[in-house]
C-alpha cells in the first residue's frame, strides 16, 4: 500500500512542478504538452490537495487565483473523476441539480444573449446591439445568486471536510466576475464610451464566467460527491433555500425521506452532543450562550405564557433595575398599580395575536431609551410569552456619515 501512498505524492509533486513553472513565466502550451505525456488526467482530489499545497507552501491564495484559469487550460477535457457528478446531477431538486441547472443557463444567456452582439459591435457601433448586450448583462448579473449560495452554503461545508483552497481561490475569482460584469453593464448606462473597451471588457467577463462554470461543473461537484455524506447534503438543501435561484425557474423539491439517512449520522444531526443546545442553526453549550445573552447591547426580558418572569440579560450597562429576586414573579406584580392595565393591555394583545409587537420610546435623562415588547411563538404559531427589549438609542441617533475603518 506504500507504494500507492508514495505515488499519490509523486504525482501531486509533479503537478505542483508544473504550477510554478506556470508561475515562473512558462508557457500554457509547454505545461500542457508535458502535462498529457506525464499524466494524462488527473482527479478533482489531486487538483484540490495540490492548491492546498501550494497555498501551506507560501504561495499566495491571490497567486494561485491568478493562475486558476491556466490550471483550467491545462487539465481541460483530461479530469478522470467526472462521472460522479451524474449520479446527484439525476436527482430532481438536488442541490447539485439545481446548481448544474443554473450553469447551464449562465451559458444559454452567454452563447445567445451576450456573445452573439459582442460578434455584431466589433463591425462597428450598433444601438441595438448595444441595447441587447446591456440587457443579456443584465441578466448575466444574476450570477451573484448563484455565487452567494456558493461561498456561503458549499465552501463552509468543505472547509468542515479541511478544504480550504479551492474555495479562497474559486471565492477570488468570482470577486473578480462580479466586478467586471457591473464594469460593462456601468459602460453600457454611458452615453459615450470608447467601443473597444467594451469589447474588451465584455470578451475578458464571458471568458471568466465560462472557465468558472468549466471549474464548478468539472471540479467543484465532482469533489463535493465524493466529500460530502447524505445528511450534508440534507441541511446543505435546507440552507440554500434563502438564497433564490439564478436564471432558472422553481424547481421541485428534493424528494429526500428521513428515513433514508444513515441512522448513526441522523442520531448526531439531532442529539446535543458535549453538553450543547441544539438551535435552529448551530449549537452553543450553556456557557456560550448565558455569554452571548450578556453581551448583547441590549436588555432583554422573558415573561412566559403564564405570565411569570422566567429570564432577564444581566449586560454591563443596564437601564432598568432587575433584581435577581424577580425571578418567578408576576409580572403584573412588577410594575406600579396605575399602569399595570398597560402591561396586561399588551401582553393580552401579544397573545391573542392581535399585535405581534408593542414599541415605546421615552427619554430618560442623557438616555433615549426605545422599549419594544415582542410576542414570541413557536413553530406551530403557539404563545410561549412575551420578550420586553430595552436599548438606549442616542448614540444611534448621533451617528453621522459613515465609518469604514476600525478604530486604533
Known amino acids: 500500500m506504500s507504494e500507492f501512498i508514495n505515488n499519490d505524492s509523486i504525482r501531486r509533486e509533479k503537478l505542483k512542478a508544473l504550477i510554478k513553472e506556470l508561475h515562473a513565466g512558462a508557457t500554457v502550451e509547454d505545461v500542457q504538452e508535458r502535462f498529457k505525456a506525464e499524466f494524462g488526467s488527473v482527479s478533482t482530489t489531486e487538483i484540490s490537495q495540490m492548491e492546498q499545497e501550494l497555498v501551506a507552501e507560501g504561495l499566495p491564495i491571490a497567486e494561485v487565483q491568478k493562475l486558476c484559469d491556466v490550471h483550467a487550460s491545462v487539465f481541460d477535457g483530461s479530469i478522470d473523476d467526472i462521472h460522479p457528478s451524474k449520479d446527484n446531477a439525476q436527482?430532481?431538486?438536488?442541490?447539485?441539480?439545481?446548481?448544474?441547472?443554473?450553469?447551464?443557463?449562465?451559458?444559454?444567456?452567454?452563447?445567445?444573449?451576450?456573445?452573439?452582439?459582442?460578434?455584431?459591435?466589433?463591425?462597428?457601433?450598433?444601438?441595438?446591439a448595444v441595447l441587447m448586450l446591456r440587457i443579456g448583462f443584465e441578466r448575466l448579473s444574476q450570477i451573484d445568486i448563484h455565487y452567494s449560495r456558493k461561498e456561503n452554503v458549499l465552501f463552509p461545508m468543505l472547509e468542515k471536510h479541511d478544504i480550504t483552497a479551492p474555495p479562497k481561490v474559486m471565492w477570488g475569482i468570482d470577486d473578480e466576475i462580479r466586478k467586471e460584469i457591473k464594469e460593462v453593464l456601468s459602460i453600457l448606462s454611458q452615453g459615450k464610451f470608447d467601443l473597444n473597451e467594451l469589447i474588451e471588457k465584455a470578451e475578458s467577463t464571458v471568458t471568466k464566467t465560462s472557465d468558472m462554470v468549466f471549474k464548478e461543473n468539472n471540479i467543484l461537484v465532482p469533489l463535493m460527491n465524493t466529500t460530502f455524506s447524505l445528511v450534508e447534503w440534507y441541511n446543505i438543501d435546507k440552507a440554500q433555500r434563502e438564497f433564490g435561484l439564478c436564471l432558472i425557474e422553481s424547481?421541485?423539491?428534493?424528494?429526500?425521506?428521513?428515513?433514508?439517512?444513515?441512522?448513526?449520522e441522523k442520531q448526531e444531526e439531532t442529539v446535543n452532543q458535549d453538553g450543547e443546545i441544539k438551535f435552529d442553526a448551530g449549537s452553543l453549550v450553556p456557557e456560550e450562550v448565558n455569554a452571548i445573552l450578556n453581551t448583547i447591547p441590549l436588555d432583554m426580558t422573558f415573561v412566559d405564557k403564564n405570565d411569570k418572569v422566567k429570564y432577564f440579560t444581566q449586560g454591563k450597562e443596564r437601564i432598568f433595575d432587575r433584581p435577581?429576586?424577580?425571578?418567578?414573579?408576576?409580572?403584573?406584580?412588577?410594575?406600579?398599580?396605575?399602569s399595570v392595565h398597560i402591561v396586561e393591555q399588551i401582553v393580552d394583545d401579544l397573545r391573542s395575536g392581535r399585535k405581534d409587537n408593542e414599541d415605546f420610546w421615552i427619554k430618560m435623562g442623557p438616555m433615549f431609551v426605545y422599549i419594544r415588547y415582542f410576542a414570541v411563538r413557536n413553530k406551530e404559531g403557539e404563545f410561549l410569552g412575551t420578550l420586553e427589549v430595552t436599548q438606549n438609542i442616542k448614540p444611534i441617533l448621533e451617528l453621522e456619515g459613515e465609518k469604514r475603518l476600525m478604530s486604533k
Not at 431538486?93 to 459582442?118: R, S
Open 91 to 128: 436527482v430532481k431538486g438536488h442541490p447539485v441539480y439545481v446548481f448544474l441547472l443554473e450553469n447551464e443557463k449562465l451559458e444559454e444567456v452567454m452563447k445567445e444573449e451576450i456573445k452573439p452582439y459582442i460578434e455584431t459591435l466589433k463591425n462597428g457601433l450598433d444601438n441595438t
Open 251 to 264: 424547481q421541485d423539491d428534493w424528494d429526500i425521506k428521513i428515513g433514508d439517512l444513515d441512522q448513526e
Open 324 to 338: 435577581l429576586t424577580i425571578i418567578g414573579r408576576e409580572v403584573s406584580m412588577c410594575h406600579p398599580p396605575q
